[in-house]
């Protein structure tokens, strides 16, 4: 996958929102496709965090963000059985009293967790299967992995184990899925000229088995990478989405709609990425600010007719 510039490229200009044309302007030319018309207005749990400091809290964050028009969590927090602190019996009695669903959830191998590679012990996937099972969610995501993970061997392990988690998935009527961050468009083998990015040999490798992508757009776009552009060379392989926007300076997150990505060309490749549910999230928030971030996000999706 060919890099570019993040800021000034020529190139970017057609997905960031850099045009002389109003942002606005733009959008209003760009149709919901089928794909979104049949998605509602999810977020990731993770954006609230600092919220969720018990069953009262995360009871009323939850029907907080309800109230402003979210439909769906993602969860995320999963540990000794579950939730934030919460069992798991408890954690989705929150959920169904705040009327919210949970598709999907991120769930952490803590081998990967570990700043000393190995193997990856596949005792812990029946664990996150039962979990996801008991919340109504379809796809259990891996999230993340430590420095020491970022080589050849740890994604080979990796993928092993995404591999053996969609096999087990599957007799379930579930999906394994591998969200990304900025790490994997880094050459998989620096040493070696021309080597793939990390993300394309993961997308390579778990072609044709029971695992998906969920892009992180943000991240994505973090790395100098064009979003459009991987999800029209891999159709059909991103059905969910992390929806993250950043400012001009990239390192600020900021609500989506108030960045610089140009998401009318990014959603009106959701039919193309085979999208079935998105997420609105922001990693990082004025303080106490994250729900009010949340706001701020659906009020502008709420206007965007190449979303609704």
């Known amino acids: 996958m060919k890099n570019f510039a993040l800021l000034g490229a020529v190139s970017l200009c ?22 979104m018309k049949n998605s509602e207005k999810g977020y990731q749990l993770y954006t609230v965090r600092e919220a969720l400091t018990g069953a009262d809290s995360i009871l009323a964050t939850l029907k907080a963000t309800r109230a402003m028009g979210y439909e769906k969590v993602e969860s995320f927090g999963y ?16 959920i169904a ?5 949970s598709p999907s959830g991120h769930y952490m191998p ?3 967790e570990s700043t000393t590679m190995g193997t990856i012990d596949p005792h812990s996937i029946n664990d996150f299967l039962d979990a996801a099972e008991a919340l109504g969610q379809k796809w259990v995501i891996i999230p993340w992995m430590n420095d020491a993970w970022r080589n050849k061997e740890g994604y080979d392990h990796l993928i092993e184990y995404l591999i053996q988690l969609g096999e087990a998935a599957a007799k379930r009527d579930m999906v394994a899925g591998w969200h990304n961050h900025e790490f994997e ?14 993300y394309e040999y993961l997308l390579n ?27 029209a060379n891999y159709p059909g392989r991103f059905p969910l989405w992390h929806v993250k926007d950043f400012a001009a300076d990239t390192a600020t997150q900021v609500p989506v709609g108030q960045g610089v990505l ?38 502008w999706v709420n206007e965007q007719p190449f979303i609704n």
């Open 79 to 94: 540990m000794d059985g579950g939730f934030l602190g919460l069992s798991t019996v408890a954690f989705n009695k929150a």
């Open 110 to 112: 803590s081998e990967l």
């Open 185 to 198: 468009f880094a050459p998989l083998e620096p040493s070696q000229p021309g080597s793939l990015s990390a």
């Open 262 to 299: 140009d998401w009318a060309a990014i959603f009106a490749m959701a039919e193309t990425a085979g999208l079935e549910h998105y997420y609105i999230e922001q990693d990082f928030c004025a303080a106490d600010k994250a729900v009010q971030c949340l706001q701020e996000s659906i009020e």
């Open 14 to 35: 057609t997905f960031f929102a850099c045009q002389n044309t109003d942002k606005s302007a733009a959008a209003q030319n760009h149709e919901s496709t089928s794909a």
């Open 205 to 231: 490798a778990l072609e044709g088995s029971n695992v998906v992508f969920e892009m992180d757009i943000h991240w994505v776009a973090f790395a100098g990478e064009n979003p459009v552009e991987w999800m």
């Open 97 to 101: 009293d705040a009327d919210l669903i």
